[in-house]
Every structure is written in C-alpha cells, then in structure tokens.
C-alpha cells in the first residue's frame, strides 16, 4: 500500500486551480465582447482563415450549432464578423471578421496575454513556453471526452 500524496501531487487538481484563475482573468478581459471567451474563439478562427463555414466553426469549437448562430448574431450586430454566402456551397455561410473586429482582437490578445503572463509569472520564460507546448499537444491529441470510459477506468482502480 502507498502512502496518499497531497492534493497538490493530483494533476486533476493542479489543472483545476489553474484553469479557474485562468478563466477568472480571461471573464474580465473579454466581459464586453459578445460571446464572452466563445466570442473571442470566433474571432480568433475567423481572423486565422479558420473552420470556411459557420457549422465547421461550431464543430471545431465544440459550440452547439443553435448556440454558435446567436453568437455569430451577436458578433454581427456588434459589426466584428460578416456571415458571406461560401462559394463552394451557397447554402453554407463563411464567417469573416471585419477590420472592427480585428481591432478590437488585437487589443483583447494583447490584454489577454498581460493576464496570462501574470498566471504564468512563477515560471521563467522557457517553462512557460515549455508548458504552452506540452498543452496545446494535449489538448490537440486530447478528443472529445468520454465520461462513462472514465467512470469505468475509476471503478476498476
């Protein structure tokens, strides 16, 4: 039998911590886009040529596609993207951000990454960079989460 290791030893708890603090600054940062953080992902995929079409979009940000066509409203209403009809598919809209919009990107990137430089401030520069990578190559390979294998993998300990 193994001694318990502290909570902090728990990856599921270290995550947690930081993905709270790391969600309680970015609130504040993008508080008045619409959409919130899901507003700012739009903008981030439509500035980066991202996902053609407003149902890839939804998809590739794991937004319900009812959900994603009220932000994609309120982002147009706030003139930051345009809905264009896609020239491979009439029925299909693409999503494009406007030069409004960019903007305003531009200053909440730059915000948002002040916020994250402070989260990240007991790190040097080359672990913050490690643990940006090391992330970014979970959560990439990471899929769509299955709950009930998890629950089974729990049970079976």
Do not use: F
């Not at 993207?81 to 030069?99: E, H, N, S």
Request: net charge negative; proline share 5%.
């Amino acid at each position: 039998m193994t001694t318990p290791q502290h909570v902090e030893a728990d990856l599921g708890w270290a995550l947690g911590k930081v993905m709270r603090a790391h969600l309680r600054t970015a609130q504040e940062v993008v508080a008045g886009l619409p959409g919130g953080p899901r507003g700012y992902q739009v903008l981030v995929e439509a500035a980066n040529g991202g996902p053609g079409n407003q149902l890839a979009l939804a998809q590739k940000l794991g937004v319900d596609r009812t959900v994603m066509t009220y932000l994609l409203d309120e982002l147009e209403k706030a003139e930051l993207v345009r809905r264009q009809p896609d020239p491979a598919d009439r029925r299909a809209r693409q999503i494009v951000i406007t030069d409004a919009g960019r903007g305003r990107l531009c200053d909440l990137e730059r915000r948002l990454r002040a916020a994250e430089e402070a989260l990240l401030s007991p790190l040097d520069a080359a672990e913050q960079g490690q643990l940006r990578a090391l992330l970014a190559k979970l959560a990439t390979d990471a899929g769509p989460a299955d709950a009930c294998a998890a629950a089974e993998q729990i049970e079976n300990c």
